[in-house]
T-cell receptor, first 113, second 112 residues
Framework: DAGITQSPRYKITETGRQVTLMCHQT?????MFWYRQDLGHGLRLIYY???????DKGEVPDGYVVSRSKTENFPLTLESATRSQTSVYFC????????????FGPGTRLTVT | DAKTTQPPSMDCAEGRAANLPCNHS???????VYWYRQIHSQGPQYIIH???NNETNEMASLIITEDRKSSTLILPHATLRDTAVYYC?????????????FGQGTTLQVKP
């Protein structure tokens, strides 16, 4: 089905491990985003990408790495996971410059023990 | 992007109209007002957006004051499934980043 998907939906990992969250969209949207959502902080932008091979930092980029070799994929990597990165992660996409509608994935719930 | 202020929570009776206010007193002339909502544990969902004219779609209506310093999202006949956190966001329509800055939003509880 067309849309935006995230995998895995749930992940438990240990402190210090590397973990990659996947995001895939089928609309060929230029822009893709990664947000994290924590209780008391709402949604915060981690990284975004305007096109393949173009990425930029958001509000809370420390500890995360992104890449975008293909338009449809935007993986988020935690190089050395910490407990403070326990959160729900949402991926989103929108057309170039955006008509306003960002489409969000279902989220990945990550727990770092 | 201009900052928005929303009440933290509101209640609404099922079947009645839900009117969610948003203040954006520092909005610029080229900034649009967007509304998203987030139903528990799901990704945010776009509802509507507008510049200065009132807008309506199948989900809701958006009323923007003439001075554009505030707006109201109206759900005409709220149902239990409309219980969610509603976010009012102000940003330039075609920014060079496309990113959204979410505030704390308003938690709308629709009661039977």
């Amino acid at each position: 089905d067309a849309g935006i998907t995230q995998s895995p939906r749930y992940k438990i990992t240990e402190t210090g491990r590397q973990v990659t969250l996947m995001c895939h969209q089928t609309w060929s949207h230029s822009y893709m985003f990664w947000y994290r959502q924590d209780l008391g902080h709402g949604l915060r932008l981690i990284y975004y990408s305007a096109a393949a091979d173009i990425t930029d930092k958001g509000e809370v980029p420390d500890g995360y790495v992104v890449s975008r070799s293909k338009t449809e994929n935007f993986p988020l990597t935690l190089e050395s996971a910490t407990r403070s990165q326990t959160s729900v992660y949402f991926c989103a996409s929108t057309l170039a410059g955006g008509p306003g509608e960002q489409y969000f994935g279902p989220g990945t719930r990550l727990t770092v023990t | 992007d201009a900052k928005t202020t929303q009440p933290p929570s509101m209640d609404c009776a099922e079947g009645r109209a839900a009117n969610l206010p948003c203040n954006h007193s520092t909005i610029s002339g080229n900034e649009y007002v967007y509304w998203y909502r987030q139903i528990h544990s799901q990704g945010p969902q776009y509802i509507i957006h507008g510049l200065k004219n009132n807008e309506t779609n199948e989900m809701a209506s958006l009323i923007i004051t003439e001075d554009r310093k505030s707006s109201t999202l109206i759900l005409p006949h709220a149902t239990l499934r409309d219980t969610a956190v509603y976010y009012c966001i102000v940003r330039v329509e075609r920014s060079n980043t496309g990113k959204l800055i979410f505030g704390q939003g308003t938690t709308l509880q629709v009661k039977p």
